[in-house]
């Protein structure tokens, strides 16, 4: 059973930052695209961002110039620096890890809320 394990996530006010971790096992971080997604209440989950092994980068609409993900190799973690947090940014966050067609694995979610 792989597990990816994410912290970070809380309570901010609006205009506030919060950065998200994931930790993913080395078997499968190096082969990985690590990505997060969010999903709130009565929506769809969606891609928020994602990162290549050679750090390539992917980002939604809607965070683009406020949110930044990186990876750092050695420790096998994938981060998610949100600044400026809005309220519509409140969902639960998850990690992702995919290998192509071989294997797509999610971690257990983070809630992140933003107050108005």
């Known amino acids: 059973q792989v597990q990816l394990v994410e912290s970070g996530g809380g309570l901010v006010q609006a205009g506030g930052s919060l950065r998200l971790s994931c930790a993913a096992p080395?078997?499968?971080?190096?082969?990985?695209?690590m990505g997060w997604y969010r999903q709130a209440p009565g929506k769809q989950r969606e891609l928020v961002a994602s990162?290549?092994?050679?750090?390539?980068?992917n980002y939604a609409d809607s965070v683009k110039g406020r949110f930044t993900i990186s990876r750092v190799n050695a420790k096998n973690t994938v981060y998610l620096q949100m600044n400026n947090l809005k309220p519509e940014d409140s969902a639960v966050y998850y990690c992702?890890?995919?290998?192509?067609?071989?294997?797509?694995?999610w971690g257990q979610g983070t809630q992140v809320t933003v107050s108005s």
């Open positions: 080395e078997t499968i971080f190096r082969f990985s695209v």
């Open positions: 992702n890890a995919k290998g192509g067609s071989l294997y797509d694995y």
């Open positions: 990162i290549t092994w050679r750090s390539l980068t």
